[in-house]
């Protein structure tokens, strides 16, 4: 029974941990233009296949990886830039609308370019599995945790450290006083859709060896991103991930202890709990009311 759990408990971080990255990558494009971007699923696919086309035309691994990354972040500003700049002054439902618009035409340029298939990288460290107290784990899984770990902290430090950084939290706070004081709010826009879209390449990256990727991959890791970040509070980064954890390791014991069948559908019931019992997320401020 204790192995069992702790299997589940383990494969429900390691998917959380990609959830904590799609769901800060939502937190802070929201706390720079209060727009909710349903394109970050599709930041992930442009990520994972991007290194898969360029490991197979013969690229080494880490320089396919930093390309990938490059690819991502220019996708991401182009959007901010050619998208969402342009109808800056349009309402939140507008934006919604033009950010599902932009997910959907990102998803058709993916098929274009790399086909339907479903796509793979091989782990980075082989695939023996470790042995943690009678629970099994795959080295890749290290991966993905350890590397979002480390992301999560260098955001952290980012935000609080950094001139750039703060003048992110000083446009979330008040767009307008943070142009008065001299930050260009245009640039916190396309680097807040830059740093997102590093965020979800590298998550497509590390978990395309234990999931695959292809072009609608996408949608149902945006959703489950944007559910973390709903779950913690739109707009809280600490929240977003702990979300994503939450609801990984929500998931992983219901599909081991209930049905696999209903695995999809907890981050579409814990978006619906949340907004009627909790509307402003775990730890999510009285302020936030825009969703």
Do not use: C
């Amino acid at each position: 029974m204790f192995e069992s759990t702790l299997q589940f408990i383990l494969a429900g971080l390691t998917s959380g941990a990609i959830y904590a990255l799609v769901g800060l990558g939502f937190t802070i494009i929201y706390n720079a233009s209060h727009v909710i971007n349903f394109a970050q699923g599709e930041f992930i696919v442009i990520g994972g296949m991007s290194t898969v086309a360029l490991t197979a035309a013969g690229l080494p691994l880490p320089l396919a990886i930093v390309l990938a990354t490059v690819v991502t972040m220019v996708v991401g500003m182009a959007l901010a830039r050619f998208a969402i700049q342009p109808a800056k002054d349009a309402d939140v439902v507008a934006l919604i609308i033009i950010t599902i618009g932009a997910s959907i035409f990102l998803r058709g340029i993916v098929q274009l370019v790399f086909g339907k298939d479903i796509h793979s990288l091989p782990p980075f460290s082989g695939e023996t599995p470790l042995n943690l107290m009678g629970a099994t784990l795959m080295p890749q899984s290290l991966w993905v945790m350890g590397i979002s770990a480390g992301l999560i902290l260098v955001m952290a430090w980012f935000f609080n450290a950094t001139l750039a950084g703060k003048a992110m939290l000083a446009t979330a706070y008040n767009s307008l006083a943070a142009r008065l004081m001299g930050v260009d709010t245009k640039w916190v826009l396309l680097s807040a859709f830059a740093l997102s879209a590093f965020l979800g390449a590298v998550g497509g990256i590390v978990v395309t060896p234990i999931t695959f990727v292809s072009y609608e991959s996408g949608i149902m890791l945006g959703l489950k991103g944007f559910s973390a970040a709903v779950l913690g509070g739109l707009g809280n980064g600490i929240g977003a991930v702990a979300g994503g954890l939450i609801l990984g390791v929500v998931e992983a014991m219901s599909a081991g202890y209930i049905s696999s069948a209903y695995k999809d559908a907890i981050a579409f019931v814990i978006i619906l709990v949340v907004l009627v019992a909790r509307p402003n997320g775990l730890f999510g401020k009285k302020g936030i009311d825009r969703v």
